[in-house]
């Protein structure tokens, strides 16, 4: 009877023991989960500070790059480090959380975007003074171009006049047609279309002294109702303006600089087509200058 109590005692204090062991334990592990969540906490809470560091960071330097305009084009290298370090810094955040790697990142972040600024800063003074003596060596230019004006239009106009007086004009520059007849050997005037074999352009070349004397090549150009220019050959060109121009009759003169009378001939080779009815068009040209015009029309 003493044995049975003595060992259920034993039993009760094995339990009791154990039972205390097992609320220790139970209030260690209590202790660990509080402190646990106390880790997470803090961890979020310091997560949470260094994403709103990192989003104000970035918002004021955005706020800069738009204040400074075109100014902030200047310093793109810059402003790539910094875009890509911060597009770093929100992985890390998102992924591998390290809070003293991420916020050694911050700390130079921020540095970097601080020279930013002062590189901005200093760009804008001198962009400011560059500016300012701009503004004064544009007044200053003015002021010397509004002094001059009078001396270059003047100077315009007798260029202008000088051109203008050193080339030949053609006056009265008319044509009139012919009907052909004896093979060629008769002219007879013609104003009808159906009639017309041959057309003779006539001008007077103007009295110049102040053109040179000499060899001179005037070109004429009959043009169609149909703005077709007739020609003898497809390489009958001469250049004007830089540009090669069909023509339909050509002359070599000797212009001594006096008044001459000057007339061309275009004889039609297919006789049994007749002429086009309408207005004709005629050009003259000389020196690489167009020196007169007339028309003529057919009925």
Same mark, same amino acid.
């Not at 352009?201 to 103007?206: A, E, K, P």
């Given at each position: 009877?003493?044995?049975?109590?003595?060992?259920?005692?034993?039993?009760?204090? %094995?339990?009791?023991?154990? !039972?205390?062991?097992?609320?220790?334990?139970?209030?260690?592990?209590?202790?660990?989960?509080? $402190?646990?969540?106390?880790?997470?906490?803090?961890?979020?809470?310091?997560?949470?500070?260094?994403?709103?560091?990192?989003?104000?960071?970035? #918002?004021?330097?955005?706020?800069?790059?738009?204040?400074?305009?075109?100014?902030? *084009?200047? &310093?793109?290298?810059?402003?790539?480090?910094?875009?890509?370090?911060?597009?770093?810094?929100?992985?890390?955040? =998102?992924?591998?959380?390290? %809070?003293?790697?991420?916020?050694?990142?911050?700390?130079?972040?921020?540095?970097?975007?601080?020279?930013?600024?002062?590189?901005?800063?200093?760009?804008?003074?001198?962009?400011?003074?560059?500016?300012?003596?701009?503004?004064?060596?544009?007044?200053?230019?003015?002021?010397?171009?509004?002094?001059? $004006?009078?001396?270059?239009? =003047?100077?315009?106009?007798?260029?202008?006049?000088? =051109?203008?007086?050193?080339?030949?004009?053609?006056?009265?520059?008319?044509?009139?047609? +012919?009907?052909?007849?004896?093979? !060629?050997?008769?002219?007879?005037? #013609?104003?009808? /279309?159906?009639?017309?074999?041959?057309?003779?352009?006539?001008?007077?070349?103007?009295?110049?002294?102040?053109? /040179?004397?000499?060899?001179?090549?005037?070109?004429?150009?009959?043009?169609?109702?149909?703005?077709?220019?007739?020609?003898?050959?497809?390489?009958? #060109?001469?250049?004007?303006?830089?540009?090669?121009?069909?023509?339909?009759?050509?002359?070599?003169?000797? +212009?001594?600089?006096?008044?001459?009378?000057?007339?061309?001939?275009?004889?039609?080779? *297919?006789?049994?087509?007749?002429?086009?009815?309408?207005?004709?068009? &005629?050009?003259?040209?000389?020196? =690489?200058?167009?020196?007169?015009?007339?028309?003529?029309?057919?009925?």
């Amino acid at each position: 009877m003493e044995e049975n109590k003595s060992a259920s005692r034993k039993y009760i204090i %094995y339990f009791a023991i154990l !039972g205390i062991i097992v609320l220790v334990l139970i209030f260690w592990l209590f202790i660990q989960r509080s $402190q646990l969540m106390k880790l997470v906490r803090e961890r979020e809470s310091e997560k949470t500070e260094l994403q709103h560091n990192l989003d104000s960071l970035m #918002t004021e330097h955005n706020k800069i790059k738009v204040s400074y305009g075109a100014l902030s *084009d200047s &310093l793109k290298s810059k402003d790539s480090i910094i875009q890509n370090n911060a597009l770093e810094i929100r992985k890390l955040l =998102d992924t591998e959380y390290e %809070y003293n790697i991420i916020r050694k990142k911050m700390e130079r972040l921020q540095k970097v975007a601080q020279g930013y600024v002062r590189q901005m800063d200093s760009l804008y003074t001198v962009n400011r003074e560059l500016s300012a003596e701009n503004d004064r060596i544009r007044i200053e230019v003015k002021t010397e171009k509004n002094r001059n $004006q009078t001396l270059i239009k =003047d100077k315009e106009e007798l260029k202008e006049k000088m =051109d203008q007086a050193t080339f030949i004009k053609a006056y009265d520059v008319t044509a009139k047609a +012919y009907k052909l007849k004896s093979g !060629g050997a008769k002219e007879q005037v #013609t104003d009808k /279309a159906s009639r017309a074999d041959r057309i003779r352009v006539c001008f007077t070349l103007g009295e110049n002294p102040l053109v /040179a004397p000499g060899k001179k090549t005037i070109y004429v150009r009959i043009q169609r109702p149909d703005n077709v220019v007739v020609i003898k050959s497809k390489y009958d #060109t001469f250049v004007f303006n830089g540009q090669p121009l069909p023509f339909s009759l050509r002359e070599d003169i000797n +212009y001594n600089g006096k008044a001459m009378n000057v007339c061309v001939d275009w004889t039609k080779k *297919d006789v049994d087509k007749p002429a086009m009815k309408g207005r004709y068009i &005629l050009s003259v040209f000389a020196d =690489d200058k167009a020196i007169g015009e007339g028309s003529f029309d057919l009925k």
